[in-house]
């Protein structure tokens, strides 16, 4: 075969490469042995320099947006009051004082009136939970205190520093009242005997004892109706039932089928049939691309639970994972929660019946607007959900659609119906108009107050 | 024996194939095909009308998109502002939005991965609008110039036909087809690749003896080099991870002097701390514009300034969960925010997670030393296939992983035993282009970020090819030189 000459860059020749022929077939070690010094000085340099520069780019600490901080909404067990956790301040995580602050509010919906609308500089509030037996709500906050606000007096009752000033993420309070059971985001659970508390004088301390808890934050906390035990969920994808008395623990989800647990941080737990279930929703993270290219991956799933003996009954796939606020409904076979909706992550409220197995109804945000949390009313008919910013939707099942929305800041509250029907608060005129009700105002100013719609709204129920 | 070595080194360098394409318009007829081949194939994919099989796939989807941002961006000029599911349409219709949302604006926080707004340009200028425009098309581009610059580099150092095997199997990888021309909400994760083998091609042409004798080509590389890395640093770091193995391949095999390395080592961090610089001032005023305009509307403006911040140690701290939960590690990013808000706050975040990770990494290094092997394992046996694609068509080459793998041992070897510049040059290159897959989370579907696997099988085939024509006596140069002496 003829060859012609290569061009000048493509004339690499292994004479061309090592001129000096016993250089050129040396053994590897001896050509190693060549490397000249300042070659590896310079390769150690650009490591060296690698290194620091990626250590001065670590001065930054996550803020995000709103990756735990969800709002909280709660019911009393009797249905008569509405407590709303707010936060004024930007929508990231973490935001301590005093650039977040929180505010409770508590609406008593058979007068139509606020009760309690705390203005004190309080961090964050980051759980809520009413007392079964008397007329008290529980706050829990972002730099660890748990508060106890009585509602005869809007005066804080009983106060509880906790768990190394770590976000309160979890509250629940045993049927009996006899403890407050305390979820953080540190992974400590405490039961706080907030009946002795409560019976003297305010306490900075409080009596409570501690359960190991998890690793990873606690999410969520339900009592079963006997108040013997508590059943906690944690973003550690763990799911544990403890003993109140004795402290003793199962997992219901690891062992002894670790296919058949949670795969994600699992946010949040609720209680079925008379307490005999335990129903959890995860929000996926985990898995691998053979999970996610299967028909059901991992943890896009609502599992139910046999509370007795800790064994999963059965799980249903849903179309994205639970973000948060499991409810059970007074039916004793439905759950409402809000769910994901694809890498948007923008939740859509989600109910879903148990004894059919699939979802009965799927309730979407508007256009502009996010589903942040919900609380679902004992009657099972109302739900609120917060959308931001003090704003609020009571959506009513029965109907099926938005019924009112509720704004409460710290200068009053007002209610809007979608026929146009508002009721302000004293004080609320001098809020300016914003958002959704602006379209109710006249060049800045409040139309006519309609008094007593915000009963009115919950009339049906009362 | 030293006929013997120039042989194995004439046969690991595949200069049998070249010999057969020694007149300049062969050459240039080759690459010309190549380059069409290659560009065909991309095409195929980008013309398709429904979303390639989804399998092999990244199932993160943190910073997979700025969708949200771009309408914003595009109209007002301003980064961040989320104006997601709001109407965009047009430059009045957003106007309109602003003003309706008031308030509810918002400038974002520490939003990272911020130069990927610029792969939303080509298809804005396809549909002529910005509200439904994706990185599809941005991405494809970027990736298609990067096969024809690794087509390009191995026929330029003599190893056309490994180069188009190369381009034709890493254009085909389902991995990478997916996470570019799906169809819907785009992700960035193929960026690592298509960095990965740009980089691959500047080191092979650097580390080359012809960048030794023209100066001006190794400086105007080194200058794209770092270009390249410093936009990849702004899109996703761990892209990065492909000029580690570039860098060390060129230090260590290139035969430029001490000097030379000293002086283009230089040359190339202070381009990527320039292009950094550069690109930090031009997002902080994006940024600037954007809380002005927030503010007018009544929003949230951010009131920061330098919001750029780096996650890799977390990355690294999740991936410890990856096999097992001996120490309580989960294989989920978010759950590391959980945990390092649980626990000590008074180290920043990234400085917890590296103190964290390295002692544990210290007090448990078998444990580590174990994931990483069983991620290296994993790059090497549960990858992507073997596989040749033309748009909806395929072929999976039925190639068992590990066999091809160790049959590439054979000419490796014979490489270190000749001290082959270019071939060892090409194992270090393409080994980096997966270093994140080592480092990081497995189980998301990282391993296909390398795509080492499909050098080695293009290499080996194109070594029992340069054998084949060994035995029909095509002789390369050097023989023919040799035998002539």
């Given amino acids: 075969m003829c060859l012609t000459r290569r061009p000048e860059h493509y004339n690499r020749t292994t004479q061309d490469e090592f001129p000096d022929t016993g250089t050129a077939l040396m053994t590897p070690i001896g050509r190693l042995l060549r490397i000249q010094g300042a070659t590896v000085v310079a390769a150690v340099m650009l490591i060296a320099s690698g290194w620091t520069g990626l250590n001065a780019l670590q001065v930054y600490q996550w803020t995000l947006p709103n990756q735990y901080f969800v709002p909280p909404v709660s ?50 509030v980051m759980s809520l939970a009413f007392l079964h037996h008397s007329p008290q709500v529980a706050a829990g906050y972002a730099d660890g205190k748990v508060r106890v606000w009585d509602l005869r007096t809007s005066q804080v009752a009983a106060e509880y520093s906790c768990c190394n000033g770590k976000w309160i993420r979890a509250l629940a309070a045993a049927p009996n009242d006899s403890v407050l059971a305390i979820g953080a985001q540190s992974g400590q659970i405490m039961l706080w005997n907030v009946a002795s508390d409560l019976g003297g004088d305010r306490t900075e301390r409080g009596s409570a004892r501690s359960l190991p808890g998890h690793v990873y934050g606690v999410s969520s906390l339900v009592f079963d109706r006997s108040s013997t035990y508590l059943i906690s969920t944690a973003d550690d994808q763990h799911v544990r039932r403890w003993h109140v008395g004795n402290a003793n623990t199962y997992e219901f989800s690891r062992a002894p089928d670790k296919a058949k647990a949670h795969r994600g941080m699992v946010k949040s737990v609720t209680l079925l049939n008379g307490d005999r279930w335990a129903v959890t929703g995860a929000y996926w993270e985990g898995g691998t691309y053979k999970d996610y290219a299967s028909s059901s991956p991992p943890d896009h799933i609502l599992r139910l639970w046999d509370v007795d003996t800790g064994r999963p009954i059965r799980s249903y796939p849903l179309e994205f994972g639970v973000r948060c606020c499991l409810r059970p409904l007074p039916d004793g076979h439905r759950v409402a929660f809000l769910r994901a909706t694809g890498w948007s992550e923008d939740p859509v409220l989600e109910i879903f019946d148990f004894d059919r197995g699939q979802s009965e109804r799927t309730v979407r945000p508007s256009m502009g607007e996010s589903f942040h949390s919900m609380g679902a009313h004992p009657d099972g008919n109302q739900f609120v959900i917060a959308i931001g910013d003090g704003n609020f939707l009571i959506w009513n099942r029965g109907v099926g659609r938005v019924v009112a929305q509720l704004v409460s800041v710290d200068d009053g509250w007002a209610v809007l119906t979608p026929d146009g029907r508002m009721e302000f608060s004293d004080g609320f005129s001098r809020w300016p108009c914003r958002n959704n009700v602006q379209r109710a105002c006249r060049g800045g100013a409040p139309a006519n107050s309609t008094p007593g719609l915000l009963g009115r709204v919950w009339a049906p129920l009362q | 024996m030293n006929h013997l070595r120039l042989r194995v080194k004439c046969l690991v360098g595949l200069e049998h194939q070249g010999a057969l394409l020694q007149s300049g318009m062969a050459r240039v007829l080759f690459l010309v095909c190549a380059m069409t081949m290659v560009s065909a194939q991309q095409y195929s994919y980008w013309s398709l009308e429904s979303s390639p099989d989804g399998f092999y796939r990244n199932v993160l989807n943190l910073g997979a998109s700025y969708q949200r941002y771009f309408s914003f961006f595009y109209y007002f000029d301003g980064f961040p502002v989320n104006l997601d599911r709001l109407d965009t349409s047009t430059r009045e219709a957003a106007k309109a939005t602003l003003a309706r949302e008031g308030v509810r604006l918002r400038t974002d926080l520490n939003v990272y991965n911020r130069a990927s707004i610029f792969l939303f340009y080509p298809e804005t200028w396809l549909k002529g609008r910005p509200d439904t425009a994706e990185m599809r098309t941005g991405l494809a581009i970027w990736f298609t110039c990067s096969l024809l610059a690794v087509v390009t580099a191995f026929w330029y150092v003599g190893m056309p036909v490994l180069g188009l095997a190369v381009a034709l199997l890493c254009g085909s990888n389902p991995f990478q087809v997916y996470e570019i021309y799906h169809l819907g909400s785009s992700t960035i994760f193929s960026m690592v690749i298509s960095t990965g083998l740009t980089a691959t091609a500047i080191a092979l042409v650097l580390s080359s003896p012809a960048s030794v004798r023209r100066p001006r080509l190794a400086v105007t590389l080194v200058c794209l080099a770092a270009a390249v890395c410093a936009l990849q640093y702004e899109i996703r770091l761990e892209g990065i991870g492909g000029f580690l193995g570039a860098a060390f391949a060129w230090v260590v095999l290139s035969r430029h002097s001490v000097r030379q390395k000293l002086a283009y080592a230089c040359l190339f961090a202070i381009m990527v701390a320039g292009t950094s610089r550069f690109m930090s001032w031009y997002f902080d005023g994006k940024l600037a514009t954007a809380d002005q305009i927030v503010e007018q509307h009544g929003g949230t403006p951010a009131k920061i300034t330098n919001a750029y911040y780096s996650t890799q140690w977390w990355a690294l701290w999740s991936g410890l969960g990856d096999f097992d939960e001996k120490y309580g590690y989960l294989a989920d990013d978010r759950a590391g925010i959980s945990y390092y808000y649980g626990h000590d706050t008074s180290l920043h975040s990234e400085p917890a997670m590296r103190k964290d990770y390295l002692e544990r990494m210290a007090s448990d290094p078998a444990w580590w030393l174990d994931i990483l092997g069983r991620r290296v394992k994993r790059i090497f046996t549960e ?31 014979a490489a270190l035993w000749t001290w082959h510049t270019t071939v060892l040059t090409m194992f270090a290159v393409s080994l980096s282009i997966g270093a994140v897959s080592i480092g990081q989370l497995a189980d998301y579907g990282l391993q296909f970020y390398s795509v080492v696997h499909l050098f080695v099988a293009a290499y080996v085939a194109c070594v029992v090819l340069d054998a084949v024509l060994a035995l029909c006596r095509v002789t390369p140069p050097a023989l023919r030189a040799t035998a002539a002496g």
């Fill in chain 1, 75 to 124: 019911f009393s067990a009797d249905g008569r009051y509405l407590a709303l956790g707010i936060s004024m301040g930007p929508a990231y995580d973490p935001c301590p004082l005093p650039t977040c602050e929180g505010r409770l509010h508590v609406f008593d919906l058979r007068s139509g009136t606020r009760v309690v609308a705390s203005t004190a500089a309080h961090a964050r």
């Fill in chain 2, 383 to 413: 990858n992507t296939p073997y596989r040749v694609g033309y748009g909806t068509w395929h072929i999976d080459l039925p190639l068992d992983a590990t066999i091809v793998t160790l049959a590439a041992l054979l000419p490796l070897a």
